[in-house]
């Protein structure tokens, strides 16, 4: 009697953790999944916005210089901009865009 009450708990035991494994990682995948459902949403939405907002414009600089003039991000959450308008970067500055 006693061996088969030991043998009950290690199954039950042994039950829990494999359903405590399976959830943990059906959690994961929900989780990738919703990423990759928002990474595809973003992308509908901004060749949406690439419909009706201006593009990047290229254009020679004379003087080796890489420019900005009024750079914005238009994203669906709304516009970023430079805390400068227009900036400058010369050849072999380093700069760092947070």
Not at 22 to 29: E, K, T
Not at 41 to 62: S, V, Y
Not at 83 to 92: F, L, N, P, W
Request: charged residues 20%.
């Amino acid at each position: 009697n006693g061996a088969v009450h030991e043998v009950e708990i290690a199954l039950a035991l042994s039950v829990s953790i494999v359903l405590i494994v399976i959830y943990a990682f059906l959690l994961d995948w929900r989780a990738t999944l919703m990423r990759v459902a928002d990474f595809r949403i973003a992308l509908t939405e901004t060749d949406t916005l690439h419909g009706t907002e201006k593009r990047i414009q290229f254009g020679e600089n004379a003087n080796g210089r890489l420019t900005f003039d009024k750079l914005q991000v238009s994203s669906p959450e709304g516009c970023t901009k430079l805390a400068q308008t227009d900036v400058e970067i010369h050849s072999g500055e380093r700069v760092m865009i947070t």
